[in-house]
């Protein structure tokens, strides 16, 4: 995960990987027709708002409950780079301590968590992944950058970059993935 990011909110990113348009036009359109950029916008305004404001954990559970009212949750305490993209939010949960990378790819149903509540370590997701629907990626595990993971792909080891894992449990199926394909 490349940590040269922007001090604020990497909105434009966002916008740009979600839409492929730039402009307050564009992102009110964005914001009442994407779901997905909706969702991230929200997430990142309530991390924004925790502790910059005298209500920010109220305002903080206020906006995460709105998450979950359309059917997603991502942990504020969740480390996320700009242009993350969700297709379809639906199902998506992002535990606290999981690290997403630049431009990364979530399908619905995706789970990003610790493998036990008592247990340490969570995901740490590369730049220019993609993970498909249903995928299961706990512990702290590794998914390189560009990899991909197949749909209900339950991941428990670390992913090498530019490959390919499927499966219950999943492997690596292919060394050097081809390039993403956005749906």
Known sequence: MDDKSQPGIPWREDLMANTGRSGVGAAIVALLTSPGFAVITTWRI???LRFRTRWGHQITWLLVRALMRRGCYISVLAEIGPGLILPHPTGVVVGEGARIGRSVMLYHNVTLGRRAWDEPG?????????IYTGAVIVGPISIGAGANVAANAVVTRDVPPRSVAAGAPARVVRSEAPDRMRA
């Open 46 to 48: 309530a991390k924004m």
């Open 122 to 130: 969570c995901p740490t997701i590369g730049d220019d992944a993609v």
